[in-house]
T-cell receptor, first 111, second 119 residues
Framework: QKEVEQNSGPLSVPEGAIASLNCTYS??????FFWYRQYSGKSPELIMF????GDKEDGRFTAQLNKASQYVSLLIRDSQPSDSATYLC???????????FGAGTRLFVKA | GAVVSQHPSRVICKSGTSVKIECRSL??????MFWYRQFPKKSLMLMAT?????????EQGVEKDKFLINHASLTLSTLTVTSAHPEDSSFYIC???????????????FGEGSRLTVL
């Protein structure tokens, strides 16, 4: 079982719609959860992080965490073509000291 | 946010030569830096964890004599690809974890990446 799993996609949504990206993780000791965006040929950039169960909103982005279900998601409201990228879910457990990345979900926002 | 600078951004070299890539944390100190490689349309692959003042920890399957890592200060880690071959051509990315958050958050900041092409 992979430690951090994401649907590779591609996920295609029309401009203005809500894009929903999902991630599951296997280590119940995980304590920090991150979403990174990576454009083609570029390095990842941090979008959001979440530590506590529930929702965390930042502009058009909302991260959701459910530790009981070992599930974290990212919602992008009012999707724009510029949001088209690969979104990486990352999980950190202090005991392991490493941040584990999922394989990423490719998102296409159609104009 | 914290800034990590990686240099060079692109390098083309002949087969058999060695290439050094630098990763610097510009406005914070990092006891730990991470090196990744990424093939086109593939996920990040962690190569090694670079620890300031000690030997790097390599992931399974990564040749430590091929990919030399030095972390001589709290702001600089280098990756040297020795005797490079065409199959080493890839996108190499470093990341750093701020010293203040070493034991709590796991937040990483990435360099811009270095695209290596070995002819």
């Amino acid at each position: 079982q992979k430690e951090v799993e994401q649907n590779s996609g591609p996920l295609s949504v029309p401009e203005g719609a809500i894009a929903s990206l999902n991630c599951t993780y296997s280590d119940r000791g995980s304590q920090s959860f991150f979403w990174y965006r990576q454009y083609s040929g570029k390095s990842p950039e941090l979008i959001m992080f979440i530590y506590s169960n529930g929702d965390k909103e930042d502009g058009r982005f909302t991260a959701q965490l459910n530790k009981a279900s070992q599930y974290v998601s990212l919602l992008i409201r009012d999707s724009q073509p510029s949001d088209s990228a690969t979104y990486l879910c990352a999980v950190f457990a202090s005991g392991g000291f490493k941040t584990i990345f999922g394989a990423g979900t490719r998102l296409f926002v159609k104009a | 946010g914290a800034v990590v600078s990686q240099h060079p951004s692109r390098v083309i070299c002949k087969s058999g030569t060695s290439v050094k890539i630098e990763c610097r944390s510009l406005d914070f100190q990092a006891t730990t830096m991470f090196w990744y490689r990424q093939f086109p349309k593939k996920s990040l692959m962690l190569m090694a964890t670079s620890n300031e003042g000690s030997k790097a920890t390599y992931e399974q399957g990564v040749e430590k004599d091929k990919f030399l890592i030095n972390h001589a200060s709290l702001t600089l880690s280098t990756l040297t690809v020795t005797s490079a071959h065409p199959e080493d051509s890839s996108f190499y990315i470093c990341s750093a974890r701020p010293l203040a958050s070493d034991t709590n958050t796991g937040e990483l900041f990435f360099g811009e990446g270095s695209r290596l092409t070995v002819l």
